[in-house]
């Protein structure tokens, strides 16, 4: 796969929303919310051009039964793939366009995480400066190599999500 960090796209917004009704006209009344997360759901934030879609469900088992239409949608159906509790669809093959990351609605803290560190990253533009330079120059050093791009970026991850957790608490409620 190969690796490439862009300027942000206004048009990921309109990716996202036309990705995401999609799935909740095939997840139907086993979604409870949708979200866009990941570095395209943060405007101005420099990422790899994949639209990460966060599908909070009613039914983690129940997702099973759509891998067929999601497949229709040109998704690969990948399971929990090393995450508990989780559903896992791409779309793009090596050209990937789309991530789908389903969780269960009880399942608060990799919800929570994931839209702590959205929401963070949104509300604290020098963070998301210092994590879209990251990932360029990561992405220049590594552009055929995914495996020692993630390992570049893992350091910087981890005490972002601690920062995002921790800013989150302080928050209250996401919105």
Not at 62 to 90: A, H, P, S, V, W
Not at 110 to 127: M, S
């Amino acid at each position: 796969m190969n690796v490439v960090v862009t300027e942000y796209k206004d048009s990921w917004k309109q990716k996202f929303d036309e990705e995401s009704q999609k799935i909740k006209d095939i997840f139907g009344n086993e979604l409870i919310a949708i979200h866009h997360i990941g570095s395209t759901s943060v405007p101005g934030l420099k990422a790899k051009p994949i639209i990460d879609i966060m599908p909070v469900v009613k039914d983690i088992k129940q997702i099973d039964l759509f891998n067929e239409q999601m497949t229709g949608l040109g998704y690969e159906c990948m399971g929990e793939l090393g995450m508990k509790g989780r559903r896992y669809f791409r779309k793009g093959g090596d050209n990937r366009t789309h991530q789908v990351h389903v969780f269960q609605g009880d399942n608060k803290e990799d919800i929570t995480r994931h839209l702590a560190v959205r929401d963070y990253l949104r509300t604290h533009p020098d963070e998301a400066n210092r994590y879209g330079d990251l990932k360029e120059s990561l992405a220049k050093r590594f552009p055929k190599e995914i495996e020692a791009y993630m390992d570049g970026k893992d350091a910087f991850v981890k005490e972002l999500e601690r920062n995002a957790l921790n800013w989150h608490s302080a928050q209250g409620e996401l919105g």
